[in-house]
């Protein structure tokens, strides 16, 4: 495969992952926001900002809902908020047009045209109808994708982001504590509420919601559920190794992080957890930053040199 196309189809990924997650992101914080009329609302939407690469500086005025969903949700020129990440799914998806399937290729699309009208309703209708779009491209990529490197790649295009996103997630609730939406919330938010009652047979607390978020290895939105996806993902994709240590970064980068999670204690974890998802963060980054040189090159230029005469 071209690592063009590669690049096209790991992006494809990250970007519907991306889209999803920030909206369930946004919804919690909208929600908490108009639940709650003694909230500080601009420290709330400053720290979310941060949270989310953002930050707003003092010279930006007023940080309001409003703000954040201009900068989070609306704006097409950040790939980073939510109509950024499915315009360029969709432009990703162009590019890799003759791998990528025809239904696929026509979700995003059709996605892409009806960004408009949908983001002009409210926030919490335009963040599900998010969801649902972003669970058509996963149901896609589950159904009608072969499992050979195109799957690999958008899986852990996929993988990769979802640890990172639900890791600022856990951060958001960290950082605003009992301010914050609660641990409840964040749980439905996630779609892990029933899930997570299932595991804790009804008995529930704060840092039980927290471990089931970080650590459980049967629920795909967990930290630790998407790093073993992404390590997985990386060993399919070069399945020879040599008798010494791990060669590939990535998967290094991914699976010191994830050991570090599994082999310590929760309460440990919960001591400074804002810190710990800073860490887990920086691991995906490394990791992003690894399969990149490993399997996207940068073409180099070619120059020419005139011959001496």
């Known amino acids: 495969m071209l690592s063009r196309i590669a690049e096209s189809l790991f992006w494809i990924g990250r970007y519907v992952e991306r889209a999803d997650d920030t909206a369930r992101i946004l919804d919690v914080h909208v929600q908490m926001l108009s639940e709650d009329p003694w909230a500080d609302e601009a420290t709330a939407c400053r720290s979310l900002l941060a949270i989310m690469d953002h930050p707003a500086g003092p010279g930006d005025g007023e940080v309001n809902r409003d703000t954040v969903l201009r900068l989070l949700a609306h704006d097409r020129e950040n790939p980073s908020s939510i109509a950024g990440s499915l315009l360029a799914a969709r432009e990703n998806a162009r590019r890799a047009r003759e791998i990528v399937s025809t239904d696929l290729w026509e979700c995003l ?13 409210g926030p919490h209708e335009f963040f599900s109808w998010v969801r649902e779009r972003a669970a058509v491209v996963a149901g896609l990529m589950e159904s009608a994708t072969p499992r050979d490197s195109t799957w690999h790649f958008m899986v852990l295009g996929q993988a990769i982001e979802r640890a990172d996103m639900t890791a600022r997630l856990i951060t958001t609730q960290a950082r605003l504590g009992t301010g914050g939406p609660g641990w409840n919330t964040l749980l439905r938010s996630c779609g892990a509420y029933e899930a997570y009652l299932r595991t804790y047979r009804g008995r529930a607390s704060d840092a039980d919601a927290a471990g089931f978020l970080i650590l459980d290895r049967l629920f795909p939105r967990s930290i ?9 993902v990386l060993r399919e994709l070069e ?10 970064d ?42 990149k040189h490993r399997y996207f090159p940068a073409v180099a230029t070619t120059a020419w040199v005139e011959e001496a005469l």
């Open 250 to 291: 990535a998967r290094r980068a991914l699976g010191i992080m994830r050991s570090e999670l599994e082999f310590a204690r929760l309460g440990d974890l919960l001591t400074d957890l804002p810190d710990t998802m800073e860490r887990v963060q920086v691991a995906c980054t490394r990791a992003s930053s690894a399969i």
């Open 109 to 121: 699309n059709t996605t892409r045209n009806t960004l408009p009208s949908h983001a002009r309703r």
């Open 224 to 232: 630790v559920y998407a790093l073993h996806a992404a390590e997985r």
């Open 239 to 248: 399945p020879v190794e040599g008798r010494h240590a791990v060669s590939d």
